[in-house]
């Protein structure tokens, strides 16, 4: 079973920028692909990014394309989630999530989830 934990949410004045991350429990499965979601309230989940397992793959929600970078070590069982120039369009919880390959915006594809982190970005 992997847990993902995220961290790094908080409140940032537009403009600004944050750095997520996500601590996998167990190393990942081999090829596993992971991504980033959104909620915002009274929205539905929105992918944002996901990567492949070496990171030569990357793929982002339009909406975030140069303002958003994913990383990740997966030596370190850690993936990353840098935004800068945030929007109070992004205000969302961000949740972290595994699949045992890369999925893309698939969410259906993804196998585990992070009970998600908190940003907000004032006007």
């Known amino acids: 079973q992997v847990q993902l934990v995220e961290s790094g949410g908080g409140l940032v004045q537009a403009g600004g920028s944050l750095r997520l991350s996500c601590a996998a429990s167990?190393?990942?499965?081999?090829?596993?692909?992971m991504g980033w979601f959104r909620q915002a309230p009274g929205k539905e989940r929105e992918f944002v990014a996901a990567?492949?397992?070496?990171?030569?793959?990357?793929n982002y929600a339009e909406s975030v394309k140069g303002r958003f970078t994913i990383s990740r070590d997966s030596a370190e069982n850690m993936t990353y989630l840098r935004m800068n120039n945030l929007k109070p369009e992004d205000t969302a919880i961000y949740y972290c999530?595994?699949?045992?390959?890369?999925?893309?915006?698939?969410?259906?594809?993804?196998?585990?989830w992070g009970q998600g982190t908190q940003v907000t970005v004032s006007s």
């Open positions: 999530a595994a699949a045992t390959y890369y999925s893309g915006s698939a969410d259906d594809k993804y196998d585990y």
């Open positions: 990567i492949s397992w070496s990171g030569g793959k990357t």
């Open positions: 167990v190393r990942t499965f081999s090829r596993s692909g």
